[in-house]
T-cell receptor
Framework: GAVVSQHPSWVICKSGTSVKIECRSLDFQATTMFWYRQFPKQSLMLMATSNEGSKATYEQGVEKDKFLINHASLTLSTLTVTSAHPEDSSFYIC???????????FGPGTRLLVL | AQSVTQPDIHITVSEGASLELRCNYSYGATPYLFWYVQSPGQGLQLLLKYFSGDTLVQGIKGFEAEFKRSQSSFNLRKPSVHWSDAAEYFCVLYQGAQKLVFGQGTRLTINP
């Protein structure tokens, strides 16, 4: 149980285009979903927290207009990287938790390469 | 401020040998602590967690961790490693307000 999926697993796009990444909780209802960014050989950095039906809360330094997060249902959250630039190339990971539990379950990640 | 330190960036052990990955935390109250493993192409997988109670926590894949409040540590151990244990390991602290604080990670290499 507690499986989280992400789609796509990797994406290459041109600079200036937008990319959408989906995060789904497959066998549980996720009241809260999280988006992280991981640079090569580094740890995970929290970008934003989203609760179903509410606006996402962004961490300091994360541009909310660039990284649009939508958590429209209890099983789906999306991250859209708008007007992507090469410096946005990274590994994006989502996680999800259900109400009352502190454990987060992580997706496999999406590798984004912006040319 | 809450923080997690994993002193060892990279550890190499021989297959069949014992393993201990170190983790130290800084937190004012009783911490919630986790160990996650990240394998290439796979998501972070929860190995074990400590919320309260017994300070020796058993996890999946034969791993265990011991919470030592006096040393602010939560070290991960395994008596005999397998080649499939090669991965990146993260010690994680629940910071509160739904947020996790990650250690820097320890990359484990297994020699045949």
């Amino acid at each position: 149980g507690a499986v989280v999926s992400q789609h796509p697993s990797w994406v290459i796009c041109k600079s200036g285009t937008s990319v959408k990444i989906e995060c789904r909780s497959l066998d549980f209802q996720a009241t809260t979903m999280f988006w992280y960014r991981q640079f090569p050989k580094q740890s995970l950095m929290l970008m934003a927290t989203s609760n179903e039906g509410s606006k996402a809360t962004y961490e300091q330094g994360v541009e909310k207009d660039k990284f649009l997060i939508n958590h429209a249902s209890l099983t789906l959250s999306t991250l859209t990287v708008t007007s992507a630039h090469p410096e946005d190339s990274s590994f994006y990971i989502c996680s999800a938790r259900t109400s009352g539990f502190e454990t987060q379950y992580f997706g496999p990640g999406t590798r984004l390469l912006v040319l | 401020a809450q923080s997690v330190t994993q002193p060892d960036i990279h550890i190499t052990v021989s297959e069949g040998a014992s393993l201990e990955l170190r983790c130290n935390y800084s937190y004012g109250a009783t911490p919630y602590l986790f160990w996650y493993v990240q394998s290439p192409g796979q998501g972070l997988q929860l190995l074990l967690k400590y919320f309260s109670g017994d300070t020796l926590v058993q996890g999946i894949k034969g791993f265990e961790a011991e919470f030592k409040r006096s040393q602010s540590s939560f070290n991960l151990r395994k008596p005999s490693v397998h080649w499939s244990d090669a991965a990146e390991y993260f010690c994680v602290l629940y910071q509160g307000a739904q947020k996790l604080v990650f250690g820097q990670g320890t990359r484990l290499t297994i020699n045949p």
